[in-house]
RNA sequence: GCGUCGGUGGCAGAGCGGUCAAAUGCUCGAGACUGUAAAUCUCGCGCCCAUAGGGCUACGCAGGUUCGAAUCCUGCCCGGCGCA
């Protein structure tokens, strides 16, 4: 615990958004910072070398896939993540809570996402829930073979502490768009009992990781600023914001929320990385933010751009043999051409997803370390502008 | 030369008298993707108009049988295999 902080070290003006210093055990998080997702302990295409050298700050894990397999006391015998997956680096954990979700409420509701309602997928449709929730954890009929899992406040908390990431997260449960006020509030309430329970066995188990609970309240102000101020009280580390948004207030919520944490504490955006996300959520006062994006575009062929998605599919790619994105300095863009990424892709090579991902990575990245040193130099409304205005999609 | 099997949409390959513009897979074209059931998913893929739907041309080529043919018959062309 000791080995855990956070500094501040410049403000946007008026605003809540910040720039500062995590420190872990596994070396400094400079701040904001967009982290990569490795589920399975392991970011999906890309070595852990090709990770670090575009400049990321951390990876984060997760509890339910890990569980599963390969077990967290494998992991732990392995001498934790880190070593496990060779990261010297800053991890999180995320609780499993969002599985609580995908596998649960999302589960079979083809296209559903935290924003929207999906839409339907009739082959998908006829699929039960692999989640299913009771007042003192969830039931997992796990993906890779049927077979029953649980996960609770206290499982969560002690096959974290197997894992050893350096930042890990309170069991939460994460909630669809399409969940009405009156769920939404016995799923608070469950959240809310399932943070302090966290919060007991975190300290029962000792270690060095810093704890950090998880606000929700879907799209209901109301209740984020309750799950807010709840959350606040039990003093955590650091905080977690999840569930699902409005698309179009997303950053009203977050303002509502930050203004309520505590500002001393490192604020974390679970699940959050599209660029107008990424400023809304800087500007409101969050400090790192986890995406599948990077990675999941990287595998599906497309690239990430200032100016939006370039799908490599695309007929009009095939000869050209121009970098993929023109002015990148990121491996990719400068070593190969479209054409011959459309080409990976369309073979089938897997040498398609990793070029890509580290692609989008790099981009993610650095467009958050770019936003940290605007703020640093009293920049960022200039910065935001100026890099939105070249935002054409996403 | 004789015999035999076969020639179906970009490819492979079902179909073997009507429910066939023709299964399925691939390719191809477009789209989606926000704490990873995801190297995935969705849509389109003969031509023309269209909202539903309708019209036209198509299953090697040419004839024929039939109310009706990708499906049956005859001839021709082409390919595989076997025998000379």
């Known amino acids: 615990m000791t080995d855990f902080s956070f500094k501040i070290e410049a403000k946007i003006p008026g605003r809540l958004g910040r720039a500062g210093i995590i420190n872990t055990p596994h070396g400094p998080m400079a701040t904001p910072a967009f982290i990569v997702v490795g589920t399975k302990a392991a970011v999906k295409a890309v070595l852990p070398e090709q990770v670090a050298e575009v400049g990321a700050e951390a990876v984060l894990a997760n509890t339910y896939h890990l569980y599963l397999a390969p077990g967290s006391e494998t992991v732990k015998a392995a001498g934790g993540l880190h070593r496990f997956m060779n990261w010297p680096g800053p991890m999180m954990t995320d609780s499993g809570g969002f599985q609580v979700f995908s596998l649960g409420a999302a589960f079979g509701q083809g296209g559903i996402n935290k924003f929207n309602q999906g839409r339907s997928i009739e082959k998908n449709q006829v699929m039960a829930p692999l989640a299913r929730i009771d007042e003192e954890g969830v039931t997992f009929k796990s993906h890779l073979d049927g077979k029953l899992c649980r996960l609770t406040p206290?499982?969560?908390?002690?096959?974290?502490?197997?894992?050893?990431?350096?930042?890990?997260?309170?069991?939460?449960?994460?909630?669809?768009?399409?969940?009405?006020?009156?769920?939404?509030?016995?799923?608070?309430?469950?959240?809310?009992?399932?943070?302090?329970?966290?919060?007991?066995?975190?300290?029962?188990?000792?270690?060095?990781?810093?704890?950090?609970?998880?606000?929700?309240?879907?799209?209901?102000?109301?209740?984020?600023?309750?799950?807010?101020?709840?959350?606040?009280?039990?003093?955590?580390?650091?905080?977690?914001?999840?569930?699902?948004?409005?698309?179009?207030?997303?950053?009203?919520?977050?303002?509502?929320?930050?203004?309520?944490?505590?500002?001393?504490?490192?604020?974390?955006?679970?699940?959050?990385?599209?660029?107008?996300?990424?400023?809304?959520?800087?500007?409101?006062?969050?400090?790192?933010?986890?995406?599948?994006?990077?990675?999941?575009?990287?595998?599906?062929?497309?690239?990430?751009?200032?100016?939006?998605?370039?799908?490599?599919?695309?007929?009009?790619?095939?000869?050209?043999?121009?970098?993929?994105?023109?002015?990148?300095?990121?491996?990719?863009?400068?070593?190969?051409?479209?054409?011959?990424?459309?080409?990976?892709?369309?073979?089938?090579?897997?040498?398609?997803?990793?070029?890509?991902?580290?692609?989008?990575?790099?981009?993610?990245?650095?467009?958050?370390?770019?936003?940290?040193?605007?703020i640093l130099d009293g920049d960022y409304r200039r910065f935001k502008q100026k890099t939105l205005a070249k935002l054409k999609v996403n």
């Not at 950090?212 to 959350?231: H, M, P």
């Not at 011959?340 to 650095?366: D, K, P």
Request: hydrophobic residues 40%.
């Open 154 to 374: 206290e499982i969560s908390m002690k096959v974290q502490h197997d894992l050893g990431a350096d930042i890990i997260f309170a069991f939460d449960e994460c909630t669809t768009p399409q969940a009405e006020y009156d769920y939404q509030v016995k799923a608070l309430d469950r959240t809310h009992r399932w943070a302090k329970e966290s919060l007991a066995w975190h300290r029962r188990l000792g270690g060095p990781q810093a704890l950090f609970g998880i606000v929700q309240g879907g799209r209901y102000n109301d209740l984020r600023r309750q799950s807010a101020e709840f959350i606040a009280s039990l003093g955590f580390a650091g905080y977690g914001i999840g569930g699902s948004f409005d698309k179009e207030d997303i950053a009203a919520s977050l303002q509502l929320v930050n203004s309520i944490l505590p500002e001393s504490a490192p604020r974390h955006l679970l699940g959050i990385g599209e660029i107008v996300d990424l400023f809304a959520g800087i500007e409101e006062g969050i400090d790192t933010f986890d995406c599948v994006t990077p990675t999941r575009l990287g595998r599906h062929g497309a690239l990430q751009t200032a100016g939006g998605r370039l799908n490599l599919f695309k007929a009009e790619y095939r000869q050209d043999f121009s970098s993929p994105v023109t002015g990148c300095l990121c491996y990719t863009c400068r070593h190969y051409s479209r054409a011959y990424l459309s080409h990976l892709f369309r073979a089938g090579e897997m040498a398609a997803a990793t070029l890509a991902s580290i692609h989008n990575i790099y981009f993610f990245v650095n467009l958050v370390k770019d936003i940290r040193r605007s």
